[in-house]
């Protein structure tokens, strides 16, 4: 008889105004990035309905995990190698298109994060994770090197000796350490988490979409290393189109009129 196909994982995702919202949902496997989950999240960021949204909220489904990483599944150590180096691949991907996203987006870590999941979470824009949710990079523990475009997100935010201890300690950090060492940016009660990261989107979504895509641009050009000459010359395109659109002209005049602006991303 053969062996039962385990069921697969899917992201579960809505719109709540400006702001849609993605949650890994794998329950059985406290939410494991399995292919689907991984393929899909790539097609979804990369299609029409990010880019329709102003601003993407990331998160897990329940309240105990946001992931629990990459899913190897029940394989001997010979398939596990296989699976594994298969799943980075994916896992780059999923966080290229993250990082490539036209909105921000921002990871709403509702519970626990583990390795490749981590490295989701710091594609994203920024992170806000609920008091007591606990994160963990195992990857030396298992004998893992990880892969060199994982580890400069992490020194980019964290700075390398912090990433260091991350990694090769393997000792996971909760949600108010992580805020110290600057790997989560806001720490919320787990009852307030999801309206927390709501209030941010509605403040992300309020601003004009030009100049958010423009500033973002820069902040990655600069992040990247890039020459500065590319920084200078994407930082000039950036400006120009914001000084010439019809949304700089509506937030002077809605400052002048002392109401809310009504940007149209044009």
Known sequence: MPAETPPSGRLLVEEDGDALVVR???????????????????????GPRAAAARVVLLGGAGDRHFSSGLDLGDRTPEELV???????????????????????????????????????????????????????????????????????????????????????????????????????????EPGDLWATAGEVAAAVSSAAPLAVEGTRAIIDAIVDRAPWELVEETAGAMRRRAFASEDLREGLAAVREKRPPGFRGR
């Open 24 to 46: 890994i949902a794998n329950e059985t496997r406290a939410n494991a990035l399995d292919d689907p989950i991984l393929d899909s999240l790539v097609s979804l960021l990369e």
């Open 82 to 188: 296989a699976r594994l180096q298969d799943g980075e691949r994916r896992l780059g991907r999923a966080a290229r298109a993250i990082a490539a996203c036209p909105r921000p987006v921002i990871a709403v870590l509702n519970g626990a994060a583990v390795g490749g999941a981590l490295e989701l979470a710091v594609a994203c824009d920024w992170r806000i994770a609920a008091r007591g949710a606990r994160l963990l990079m195992p990857a030396a523990r298992i004998g893992v090197v990880y892969a060199p475009d994982g580890l400069r997100r992490f020194v980019a935010v964290m700075g390398p000796a912090r990433t260091r201890r991350l990694f090769l300690s393997g000792r996971p950090v909760d949600a108010d350490e992580a805020m110290r060492i600057g790997l989560v940016d806001e720490v919320a």
